[in-house]
């Protein structure tokens, strides 16, 4: 524990072990280096010293309502410092320092460390040990807001409800005529000599979507089970043909090798009437699908996901502390699929647009009600997609959109107004926008070096394949592009990713013996780390266990049961009794994942979750594996949803026991009224806390506004800055500060009045004695992005320029302060206790003399 001691001269200081303390350094700098750097640098020699506080004092005295100290040296020599002792310029510094002070007193009056003891207390401002390269002193402030509220569950299924209602009576009329137009086509594979499953009149089709008996996957692939013998079957979606494959060795033949027959999906949205979905990776084709892919494909590198990996793993853990704070030490009951689709966002949207959220508090907020209405399979939405998919023709003729408009215009706006702060702000963040945005330059490549060790997410990761773009011309990413791009994570990956977590969850609260030994495997991984409870993206690699459990969840519950192509280039090949069968150029293709993965030929008692079947990776059949697809339309963001499901798994393993609840089904049910692959009654279970003080991460959000006001916090900002301005080496170098943003909310960023924010600027450009070197802003969310817009055309060019906004990216933050001064939450490596802020403030109020002193002058009021 750090402690507050004093030195052989009675020096107070705070210890905070290893050698590392904190003490205000009183003393004039000696040290032939210091001298010369003053010199150099301030122009400080014996002769301009002599002359400039001679200049100071006259011109002082001319002063004559202000009232300092100019027999005082050492309170000259403080302002001429920043000044590098141009009399004239202090002079000026020293009448706008005290004309600050008369002028609010609210925030100066009276200024003692006794009065904002709290401030101290609550950690919000400190000084890290050590100085940086140049000597300067390391101010931290922590402004981010605490919020531990969870208020509880709102469910939001009028809409919902009401959506159905109106499918019931709006269609009928139109699903008889269409019934009657499709009854023709019937006789297709009849021609082909290929096996068919007998379609239930296209009416009956339609009105299963909405009665649902069987769920969506399973309609789609009954000719697998129907026909064991065959290398492929044909099957009808409404009026449509589609060929169903049976081997997945002709599966992979067709998404490699022959790769050019198949380079389509299926569903055909257009860009005038669905602009987003239509340019999404998912469902753009041809040309521009070859252009988008390989550019996007750098972005999901294994060095791409390391370095996203920490913004994954700290929006996960935030939400966890949250969720122990909620649990206060007691088991509890929650369905999950609520608690990870709430999670998957508040990754998906850190990782791709730099925005915090928090959807386990802020329930309602946009990004995860856009998203949830974005990835909607079910109800208006999924007829749409079925309609886009098997009667394209019919769905463009009346100009329909897959996707809600405010869900368009949420995301290309979001994005627009996200590319256009960065790019005028120029913020970096190791994210999708800022990979896109390079991607659009043209920077964006696989590292040189690209390190073959980081590729491996676990087994289940597929290759990205390399392809040649064929001519099709140079294709630019316009923000629209981006905005699709950037949409087809949220689409691809969040459901998919949620679905992996319940299943992953459900299998380990039904088998608490595969449970206890992930969480063994987990509890020593534990023991590696720093900090006993941040997983690292290498350490998750390592864990073999976890691996082969998360593999087997994606076999048993495979969360895209069924994935297509389109024909592009007529297709011939043997079946599997040796005739020919030919493909046509337009046909639809289905790939049932699902059923090749519960096919007792690959997997026996394929029912039977077990972890084993993967122990050893060459006794599973590849061409059988398929989770993320395969060939060079596989899934671009398997390594991504592999480090999240296990990122999250080891965080929930750590902290919790996963118990069935008395409300989850076992065996589980799943809800065939669904498009995905989900649970008909939830993921209830019951969530006992192991040892929830051990384990909850330490709170970044400081900032409590009920207790600590704004005046306070920059009350105490100031104090230690007069404090920093007291040490003769600091008057020097410096200071630089770090402005830790974690977790500002919008309610901290409305008591940033129009007022304050101008007192604020006036102060820290044209009042404060420092020579302030640079200011680094940290963990800095969409907010304050926004909120430092409407400031920037305020600040001064000198103050802009030594600005700096470093997100998450700790490297950038260390091209500026070297890792050894910095505390591992910020990249660095300085590892000693923390900055005790109790003790911080008491060491201060051992200054008391001196602040006193310090508030005793100033220019008189009307009364002295
Ligand atoms: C457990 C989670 C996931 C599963 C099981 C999954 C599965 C799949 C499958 C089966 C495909 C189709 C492959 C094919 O047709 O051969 C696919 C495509 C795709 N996935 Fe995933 N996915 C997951 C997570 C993600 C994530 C996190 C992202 C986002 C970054 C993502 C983005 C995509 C995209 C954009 C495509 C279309 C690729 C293309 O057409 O070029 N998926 N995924």
């Not at 692939?221 to 290398?231: I, L, Q």
């Not at 809600?404 to 994005?415: E, I, M």
Request: aromatic share 12%; charged share 25%; net charge neutral.
């Amino acid at each position: 524990m750090a402690s507050l001691k004093f030195d052989d001269n009675n020096v107070p200081y705070l210890d905070l072990g290893d050698g590392y303390r904190i003490a205000l350094e009183g003393d004039e700098y000696t040290d032939a280096k210091a001298k010369e750097k003053a010199a150099r640098e301030l122009r400080e020699t014996p002769d301009v010293v002599e002359q400039s506080l001679q200049e100071l004092r006259s011109l002082l005295q001319e002063e004559k309502t202000l009232y300092v100290p100019m027999d005082n040296d050492a309170f000259m020599i403080k302002f001429l410092r920043p000044c590098k002792y141009y009399a004239q310029s202090a002079f000026e510094l020293i009448k706008r320092y005290y004309r600050f002070r008369s002028k609010h007193p609210d925030l100066c009056d009276e200024l003692y460390p006794a009065s904002v003891k709290h401030v101290y207390a609550e950690g919000l401002v400190h000084f890290l040990p050590l100085r940086d390269q140049h000597g300067s002193r390391i101010l931290v402030l922590e402004c981010g807001i605490a919020n531990n509220s969870f208020p509880k569950k709102q469910v939001r299924l009028v809409s919902f409800v009401f959506s159905k209602m109106f499918l019931l009576w709006a269609l009928p009329l139109a699903l008889y005529l269409l019934y009657r137009w499709s009854i023709a086509t019937y006789d297709y594979f009849e021609k082909r000599n290929v096996p068919y499953v007998k379609p239930v009149p296209f009416f009956g089709q339609v009105l299963s979507f909405f009665t649902q008996g069987r769920h969506a996957v399973d309609v789609a692939s009954e000719g697998y089970r129907m026909f064991p013998n065959t290398r492929i079957s044909g099957v009808f979606t409404l009026r449509t043909p589609a060929y169903l494959v049976h081997d997945p060795t002709l599966y992979k033949q067709m998404a490699t090798k022959d790769f050019d027959h198949f380079t389509d999906h299926v569903t055909d949205f257009r860009i005038e009437t669905d602009p987003i979905l239509a340019r999404s990776l998912f469902f753009t084709n041809g040309a521009h699908w070859r252009h988008h892919r390989s550019g996007l494909s750098p972005a999901f590198t294994g060095s791409k996901m390391r370095s996203m990996f920490g913004l994954l793993s700290k929006s996960a853990g935030d939400a966890m502390g949250r969720l122990l704070v909620f649990a206060d030490g007691k088991p509890f009951t929650m369905e999950l699929r609520d608690l990870y689709s709430r999670l998957g966002n508040d990754v998906m949207t850190s990782i791709s647009f730099g925005v915090e959220v928090d959807s386990l508090t802020d329930r309602d907020n946009e990004f995860f009600l856009k998203g949830k209405r974005l990835a909607q399979i079910d109800g208006l939405p999924g007829l749409k997609f079925l309609m886009a998919t098997t009667i394209p023709r019919v769905f463009h003729f009346f100009r329909l959109s897959g996707m809600y408009k405010d869900v368009n215009d949420f995301y290309t706006d979001a994005v627009a107004r996200n590319i256009q702060l960065r790019e005028t702000n120029r913020i970096t963040r190791p994210d999708f926008i800022h990979l896109l945005l390079q991607a659009r330059k043209n920077t964006l490549g696989a590292e040189k070096h690209e390190d073959e060790a980081l590729q491996d997410a676990g087994f289940s990761t597929v290759k990205e394949h390399a392809f040649e773009q064929k001519g099709e011309g140079k294709m630019s990413w316009a923000d629209i592009d981006i905005a699709g791009a950037a949409a087809s994570f949220f689409f691809g990956g969040i459901e998919t990713t949620t679905t992996l977590l319940c299943f992953t969850s459900y299998e380990l609260a039904v088998n608490p013996d595969i449970q206890d030994r992930l969480r063994a495997e987990i509890d020593e991984q534990r023991e590696s780390l720093a900090d006993g409870r941040t997983p690292t993206y290498e350490v998750l690699q390592k864990m073999k266990y976890l691996d082969m459990v998360v593999s087997e969840a994606l076999r048993r519950w495979t969360p895209l049961g069924l994935t297509n192509r389109k024909c592009t280039k007529n297709y011939t090949f043997t079946n599997t009794d040796g005739s020919r069968v030919t493909i046509e150029r337009g046909q639809n293709i289905s790939i049932p994942l699902k059923y090749f993965h519960l096919d007792e030929k690959f997997y026996p008692d394929p029912l039977r979750f077990d972890p084993e079947r993967f122990a050893d990776p060459n006794n599973i059949n590849q061409d059988a594996y398929v989770p993320f697809g395969t060939g060079l339309r596989n899934c671009i963001g398997s390594r991504l949803a592999l480090m999240q499901a296990k990122c999250i798994l080891f965080y929930m393993l750590s902290n919790f026991i996963i118990k069935p609840d008395t409300k989850l089904t076992i065996p589980i049910v799943i809800d065939e009224t669904s498009a995905g692959l989900n649970a008909k009654h939830g993921f209830w279970m019951n969530l006992v806390p192991r040892s929830a003080v051990l384990f909850l991460p330490t709170p970044t959000e400081k900032w409590k506004p009920s207790k600590v006001s704004l005046t306070d916090l920059f009350r105490a900002v100031q104090l230690a800055l007069e404090a920093g301005m007291y040490e003769p080496r600091t008057q020097l170098n410096g200071a630089v500060v770090i402005l830790d943003m974690e977790g500002l909310a919008l309610s901290q960023i409305m008591q940033f009045t129009p007022k304050f924010a101008a007192m604020a600027l006036d102060w820290i450009q044209q009042c404060t004695a420092m020579r302030l070197k640079s200011v680094h802003i940290v963990n800095n969310s969409y907010l304050f992005n926004m909120l430092f817009a409407i400031f920037k055309p305020f600040l001064s060019e000198k103050l802009r320029k030594r600005l700096f906004f470093h997100q998450k990216d700790w490297n950038s933050l260390m091209s500026h302060v070297e890792a050894k001064c910095l505390r591992p939450k910020y990249g660095g490596t300085l590892e000693c206790l923390e900055t005790d802020g109790m003790l911080l403030g008491e060491m201060f109020e051992l200054y008391h003399k001196e602040y006193e002193l310090a508030n005793s002058f100033g220019y008189l009021k009307k009364q002295d």
